[in-house]
Nanobody, 123 residues
Framework: VQLQASGGGLVQAGGSLNLSCAAS????????MGWYRQAPGKQRELVAA???????KYVESVQGRFTISGDNAKNTVLLQMNSLKLEDTAVYFC??????????????????WGQGTLVTVSS
């Protein structure tokens, strides 16, 4: 499975950005897709994820601001990020896993990773 991420960039605080990720290869075996992020000096953390059945999970700090959606037919996932804050600055990684609800397992056990994309929120 290969994950191709797009989006990210520089935005002012309060602004919006979208991150997209597309899975290819043996994507039929994927049950969860989502985004993790890693800020300098911090551990990688789950931002948002969605299962094939539509169950979503968000880290508390982005609830109400970020929305994740998926297209099972296209094996894609979209993360809409609104009201961005300085603390959202990080490298964002698309992730996919064969297990449902991959957030129940540590990030180190995630099956597939896309390349990181930098999101920088400026004041």
């Amino acid at each position: 499975v290969q994950l191709q991420a797009s989006g990210g960039g520089l935005v002012q605080a309060g602004g919006s950005l979208n991150l997209s990720c597309a899975a290819s290869g043996r994507a039929f075996g994927i049950n969860t897709m989502g985004w993790y992020r890693q800020a300098p000096g911090k551990q990688r953390e789950l931002v948002a994820a969605i299962t094939r059945t539509g169950t979503t999970k968000y880290v508390e700090s982005v609830q109400g601001r970020f929305t994740i959606s998926g297209d099972n037919a296209k094996n894609t996932v979209l993360l809409q990020m609104n009201s961005l804050k300085l603390e959202d600055t990080a490298v964002y990684f698309c992730a996919a896993d064969s297990r449902p609800a991959m957030w129940r397992y540590g990030w180190k056990s995630v099956d597939y990773w896309g390349q990181g994309t930098l999101v920088t929120v400026s004041s």
